[in-house]
């Protein structure tokens, strides 16, 4: 077995993030980091809770799963990013 291709191999982590204030437009590296997957796929089912529980919720505060709140919008606009995504390396 050949071993000269195993540091091609990346760890790729996926981040649950969450958008800051609704009426600022900011790039994914202002986002708050909600939780990290080690797959798009958990990510993607983690998202989808956070947002069926944002319309869910009659509260508009409660927390998932967190110790952080987050407003209804932030909630049902996160996104699942991977760490090597470009985005994250993005300034204001």
Not at 37 to 59: F, G, M, P
Request: charged share 25%; net charge negative; hydrophobic share 35%.
């Amino acid at each position: 077995m050949k071993l000269c291709n195993a540091g091609v191999l990346a760890l790729v982590v996926w981040y649950l993030l969450v958008p800051p204030d609704l009426g600022e437009l900011k790039p994914m590296s202002a986002w708050q980091r909600f939780a990290s997957y080690n797959t798009a796929k958990e990510c993607d089912s983690a998202r989808s809770q956070l947002a069926i529980n944002a319309v869910k919720d009659e509260n508009k505060t409660r927390c998932w799963q967190s110790e952080s709140c987050f407003p209804d919008y932030a909630r049902e606009n996160a996104q699942c990013i991977a760490t090597d995504d470009p985005r994250l390396k993005e300034h204001d």
